[in-house]
């Protein structure tokens, strides 16, 4: 247990009444790194992801945030550490403005009572603060936009702003590039590498030149198992994974970049 690891597992396991989804994965994330999680379709990600954010409780193993073994507490606590997972787009209030969306997502953070409290200040602090985020995810100029006016790309950019309004010290991204368009994409990839500058991100991606050009680490599972971790240069060299990956739509894994 180290400093060195925001977050670890220890022999991580979830079954799904017999079927082994998730196989004594022992994760290592390091702290202030962009890890990526990859692999086939069906490998366990998103259970790992559910397992990580309590949604579903592991089977066994442990897993521990800060070298505090969290394994047995509420999703709500979770977030509280600073473990906040990017909102589903479906999160965002599409009636409400850009900036709307990312003041009820600081109202969240600071609880529902701040809103009572001198209300014409704090709402103007909320405002202030929500400004930045958008400035910072390059929504400035869309403030006023109603969220449902957005691009696929900026709405996925306000959901990045809405959990860094969570203050995450841990954010965990689940496919944050999925369905895109290449400028969206690379708008996300520039986002993301942006916003890891003073935390941690977790994120499963599909897409390879993003998980080449912007991963400090790669942890590669397959049914449930971790077949190879590492930097992308060696991970993409390692025979296991170029065998996993041959034939299946992932394929570009090889050579990509
Ligand atoms: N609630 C559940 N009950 C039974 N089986 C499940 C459940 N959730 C997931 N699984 C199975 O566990 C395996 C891993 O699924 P998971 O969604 O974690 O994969 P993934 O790596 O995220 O895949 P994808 O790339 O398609 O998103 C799959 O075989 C899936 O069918
Ligand atoms: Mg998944």
Same mark, same amino acid.
């Given at each position: 247990?180290?400093?060195?690891?925001?977050l670890?597992?220890q022999?991580?396991?979830?079954?799904f009444k017999?079927?082994?989804a998730?196989n004594?994965?022992?994760?290592?994330?390091?702290?202030?790194?962009?890890?990526?999680?990859?692999?086939?379709?069906?490998?366990?990600?998103?259970?790992?992801?559910n397992l990580?954010?309590?949604?579903?409780?592991?089977t066994?193993g442990?897993i521990?945030?800060?070298g505090?073994?969290i /394994?047995?507490?509420s999703p709500a606590h979770?977030?509280?550490r600073?473990?906040?997972?990017?909102?589903?787009?479906?999160?965002?209030?599409?009636?409400?403005?850009?900036?709307?969306?990312?003041?009820?997502?600081?109202?969240?953070k600071l609880?529902?009572?701040?809103?009572f409290?001198r209300?014409?200040?704090?709402?103007?602090?909320?405002?202030?603060r929500a400004?930045?985020?958008?400035?910072?995810?390059?929504?400035?100029e869309?403030?006023g936009?109603?969220?449902?006016?957005?691009?696929?790309g900026r709405k996925?950019?306000l959901e990045?702003?809405?959990?860094?309004?969570?203050?995450?010290?841990?954010m965990?991204l689940d496919?944050?590039?999925q369905?895109m368009g290449?400028?969206?994409?690379?708008?996300?990839?520039?986002?993301?590498k942006?916003?890891?500058a003073d935390?941690?991100i977790?994120?499963v991606?599909h897409?390879?030149?993003?998980?080449?050009?912007?991963a400090? /680490?790669?942890?590669?599972l397959?049914?449930?198992? /971790?077949?190879a971790?590492?930097?992308?240069?060696?991970v993409?060299?390692?025979?296991?994974v170029?065998?996993?990956?041959?034939?299946?739509?992932?394929?570009e894994?090889?050579?990509?970049?």
């Amino acid at each position: 247990m180290s400093a060195e690891y925001i977050l670890e597992t220890q022999d991580l396991t979830k079954e799904f009444k017999g079927f082994v989804a998730v196989n004594k994965v022992n994760l290592r994330v390091r702290r202030g790194h962009i890890h990526a999680l990859i692999g086939p379709n069906g490998a366990g990600k998103t259970t790992c992801f559910n397992l990580l954010t309590k949604f579903i409780r592991p089977t066994s193993g442990r897993i521990l945030f800060n070298g505090q073994d969290i /394994t047995g507490e509420s999703p709500a606590h979770i977030a509280r550490r600073g473990v906040i997972r990017s909102f589903q787009i479906s999160a965002v209030f599409p009636h409400l403005t850009v900036l709307e969306n990312v003041r009820v997502a600081l109202q969240r953070k600071l609880g529902t009572s701040f809103h009572f409290w001198r209300p014409e200040r704090s709402l103007h602090t909320l405002d202030g603060r929500a400004r930045e985020l958008l400035h910072a995810v390059d929504l400035g100029e869309y403030a006023g936009h109603l969220a449902v006016e957005l691009s696929y790309g900026r709405k996925r950019a306000l959901e990045i702003a809405t959990t860094l309004a969570m203050e995450p010290e841990l954010m965990l991204l689940d496919e944050p590039t999925q369905g895109m368009g290449l400028e969206d994409v690379d708008r996300v990839r520039q986002l993301i590498k942006q916003v890891s500058a003073d935390r941690t991100i977790l994120m499963v991606e599909h897409n390879m030149s993003v998980v080449s050009s912007i991963a400090d /680490t790669i942890t590669v599972l397959q049914r449930g198992a /971790t077949l190879a971790e590492g930097p992308y240069a060696e991970v993409s060299r390692n025979p296991a994974v170029v065998e996993a990956y041959m034939g299946s739509a992932d394929a570009e894994l090889v050579g990509a970049h």
